[in-house]
């Protein structure tokens, strides 16, 4: 799994990995809300580094999911990094400092 290998840099790098949701790969922005997972992040952390397969319409998803959310950008961080092969799921890691 390729998120190991992000985690196991922020542990070294003394970064608290607070939360890990996964997405099913074809979630869109109206399944991601209603899985109620969005709102768990929003209520755990402030910064929040996405893993995407796939790369813009999953971040277009999410971002507009999250505004769905009330996750005003002046309030949280968004980092975004877009993993390419075949990953089956999206997975979100939300962090905080």
Do not use: P
Not at 8 to 18: A, D, K, L, P
Not at 45 to 51: G, N, Q, S, Y
Not at 66 to 71: I, L, N, W
Not at 76 to 94: D, N
Request: charged residues 20%; proline residues 0%; glycine residues 6%.
């Amino acid at each position: 799994d390729r998120t190991v290998a992000f985690e196991e840099v922020f542990h070294t790098r003394g970064v608290q990995v607070v939360k890990k949701v996964m997405f099913d790969e074809y979630a869109d922005g109206a399944m991601m809300r209603a899985s109620g997972l969005i709102q768990e992040v929003r209520n755990t952390a402030r910064v929040i580094v996405f893993l995407f397969s796939n790369t813009r319409e999953q971040s277009k998803e999410f971002i507009s999911a999250a505004q769905g959310e009330g996750m005003l950008a002046s309030e949280f961080v968004f980092i975004l990094i877009w993993l390419q092969g075949s990953l089956s799921t999206l997975h979100l890691l939300s962090l905080i400092q």
